[in-house]
């Protein structure tokens, strides 16, 4: 009667174990953060929320599932719909920290609904649709990217800054090395346009970056106005 207890305990023990990794099926997340001033300034148009222009601040681009090989889940669930009356208390929040400045801009709801079904669904076992926006919106809040910077002297004035420096300053702030990806404007300067921080599974907290994406800046980058 033991053996079997104890076997029928391990098998419901893998049995779990199979179900997390089922359902954790990516590594951390990239928080990407974006500066509207270089997206504006590298496209052909602009286009602004109904809502207005928003502020003079780093926007939410995204909360994406990755795995340390760098490669991302690509529509986990598509079944999964985005479904705009889950989110209707964060909407305002949403429009003012999460804008979409693509053409047709709406109020957001395409730019949201983009970001769930190819992002969040990637991780809806552990974040449902509410709970990653929320997670998302709450990031923002405590990078605080725009007043990083400008403490350490890092206006967003069109001028051009040391690499080193930018990093530098938002590792001061939060505590984690991030990765900055950049335009390259008409003139083939280096814009700053996104920031990378890397985040735990449960989307709570920051983590130091297992892998970084490709690419990278000059070492004096523009901070475009905005």
């Known amino acids: 009667m033991g053996s079997k207890g104890s076997i029928s305990m391990k098998l419901l023990l893998l049995l779990h174990l199979a179900i997390l990794c089922a359902s954790q099926d990516f590594d951390f997340y990239y928080f990407v953060q974006q500066w ?3 997206y504006c300034d590298t496209q052909n ?5 109904t809502t207005g222009k928003p502020a003079a601040d780093f926007g939410i681009h995204g909360l994406w599932p990755n795995y340390k090989d760098g490669s991302y889940p690509s529509n986990c669930d598509s079944n999964n719909r985005f479904q705009q009356s889950q ?4 909407t305002s929040s949403l429009q003012r920290n999460w804008p979409t400045l693509a053409c047709p801009s709406g109020n957001g709801v395409q ?6 079904e190819k992002h969040g669904t990637c991780s809806e076992s552990l974040l449902k649709q509410h709970d990653y926006f929320e997670a998302a919106l709450d990031l923002k809040q405590r990078a605080n990217l725009l007043r990083a910077l400008t403490n350490a002297g ?5 001028g051009f800054y040391s690499l080193s420096n930018i990093k ?3 590792k001061d702030a939060t505590g984690y090395t991030p990765y900055i990806e950049c335009n390259v404007d008409a003139s083939r300067n280096s814009q700053l346009y996104q920031v990378y921080l890397c985040v735990d599974t449960s989307g709570s907290g920051f983590i130091e970056c297992p892998v970084f994406p490709k690419g990278k800046c000059g070492s004096q ?5 905005f």
């Open 36 to 38: 509207p001033g270089s």
């Open 45 to 49: 148009s602009c286009c602004y929320p």
């Open 87 to 90: 989110i209707s208390d964060l």
């Open 111 to 116: 730019f949201w609904t983009h970001e769930w």
């Open 154 to 158: 890092i206006q967003p004035d069109g």
């Open 168 to 170: 530098g300053a938002i």
């Open 221 to 225: 980058v523009e901070f475009p106005t």
